[in-house]
Each structure stands twice: as structure tokens, then as C-alpha cells.
């Protein structure tokens, strides 16, 4: 998605001035953009999220309120694996022409997991289906923030109210492939629904969402951190479960699948991981629809349509 706003370092450091500016003094740099936001490096330890578009400005709120809920059963059932908290709030500035809230949170060292080889991943895939086992509970308290694209009903999803986005991402899908991933498509359909209690989801856990910290004179490669809970909600895990095939290869989601029924006690079930395919095609395809904007998330939409579709 094209931004609404060009977010560069001398914005991030104008609003630190304005809002924060015991932290002005810090070295910044622009990290990352990414669908949503820019993050602009504060310095070693920090990190500006700062959004990009109209529409997705909320999510930052979404995340300041939803973290501080989270991290307490995550640190526990997932030791070792780190979360984004918000520990500075940013407010819209009219007199810098910046209209949305944003946050500083803490940075997180590794490298995002897209950057790696798909076959190094399976050396930390069961570490992730523990912490997405434990992230998946329900939701206590007050409800989580509200999100209607992601843990609904696939029927809710605009891929199955509208055949002509459809149709738009089944054509970003290999010619050869196309009546594989229909036929995957009508099984996430035909799938039981979840009846289950809303259970908190990430929303968007795709490998450019994922830390890793590389192993050194070949050691394996360790889970370091998830990232960007902009997206979070309550509802269906397999939401959240469709990022398996985007991550790994078969050896590896069959690892990340057994830690999640060893930390749960039980497998999610077929009709979960049917509408976890489901998924998969949703956000393989949406990782292939924004070529020149994002062309880091080409190869993460096309290692997940051929590890969906041919089950590599």
C-alpha cells in the first residue's frame, strides 16, 4: 500500500524535540518500512513506529493497549522470546503536519526472519509454535481490539464476498497452480467454523514480522522476538496459524505443529489447519500484490504458494 505520508528521520527527530526530547540527543536512522509504519532506530536500544497511512493509524493504539495484557503470560509459557511494549506514547503534532499517535518501544536485535534461508528456520520453528501456543488463549478482561479482517469467519474475509478479489488473487497464483489453490480456498470455506472461546491472535506473524538471532560458527539460528502487533485481536488461531507456511518448509511446520499440540495438550484439529490453509493463500497472495513497494515480501508469497499448493 502506497503511504499517506513520507515519514523520514527528520520528522522522527522534530517529533522527539516536540514530545520527548530527552531522547532527541539519539542517533536515528530509518530501520525498516513496512506496510503499515516506518520504524526510524533510536539510538542502540530504541525504536520509533511511526504510521505511514490513514488507515492503519489506530493500530498503534491497538498495540499499546493490547502489549501491556500480553507480556506477562508470554514471558512465562515463552521465555527467551521477546515483545515490543510500548514505553514512550506519541500524540498527532499539527505543527509538524504529522495528524496520528505513535510509540517508541524497545528495539530488538537479530534479523527479521524473512532475511534468512527457509532451511535454517526449522532450527527455531518449534520455539514459535510455543510462543503462538501461548499467545492463543482466551481473552480476559476487557475485549481485545477490535480487527474485522483478521481472526473472523473466512467467509467475512473480502476474498469470499466478492468474486473479483478473488479472482485478483488466485491470478497472482502460477497459471499451473490455480485449481490447487481454488480447491484449497473451498476447503477453508467448507471447514467447521471456530465455535471455540476468541482467543488473542498476533494478526500478522509473516516472516518480516519474526526476529531471529543468526548462530555463530554454525550454531542454529534462535527465535528472538515477534514483532508488529498492530494487527492483534481476539478470534480463530488458524488466523494466525496460515503464517506456518510462509515460514517453513514441510520439516519445519511439522516441528512448529507438534510444539503447539505439546504446549496445548491437544492438535488444533483438521478443520483448524484446513482454515489455516486458508489463510495461508490470503496472505501468500497479499505478500504478492505490492511488488515495487514491497519487494521484500515477494519471496515470502511465493515460498508460501509453493509450499501450500505443492506441499514443500
Known sequence: MRADLDVTAELAHALLVEQHPDLAHLPLRVAAHGWDNVMVRAGDDLVLRLPRRA??????EHERAALPRLVPFLATAAPGVSVPVPVRAGRPSPALGYPWTWSVTHWADGVAALATPVSRRSA???????????????????PAPDNPLRGVPLDAR????????????????PPA??????QVWEAALSAAPWTGTPVWVHGDPHPGNVVVAPGSAGAP???????????????DPASDLGALWLHFDAAGR??????????????????????????????????????????????VGEHGLAALLTDR
Open 177 to 182: 497452480l490455480r485449481g490447487t489453490a481454488g
Open 124 to 142: 527455531w520453528a518449534a520455539a514459535f509454535g510455543t510462543f503462538l501456543a501461548a499467545l492463543h488463549r482466551p481473552v480476559d478482561g476487557a
Open 55 to 60: 488507515a492503519a493509524a489506530h493500530l498503534v
Open 221 to 235: 539460528d534462535r527465535l528472538a522476538a515477534v514483532v508488529d502487533f498492530g494487527d492483534v485481536t481476539s478470534g
Open 158 to 173: 473480502p476474498e469470499a464476498r466478492d468474486p473479483d478479489v478473488l479472482a485478483q488473487r488466485l491470478e497472482l497464483v
Open 254 to 299: 511439522a516441528g512448529c505443529r507438534a510444539a503447539i499440540a505439546a504446549a496445548r495438550g491437544a492438535d488444533w484439529g483438521a478443520a483448524t489447519w484446513a482454515r489455516a490453509r486458508g489463510w495461508a493463500l490470503v496472505y501468500a497472495t497479499a505478500m504478492l500484490s505490492h511488488p515495487d513497494e514491497h519487494p521484500a515480501l515477494v519471496p
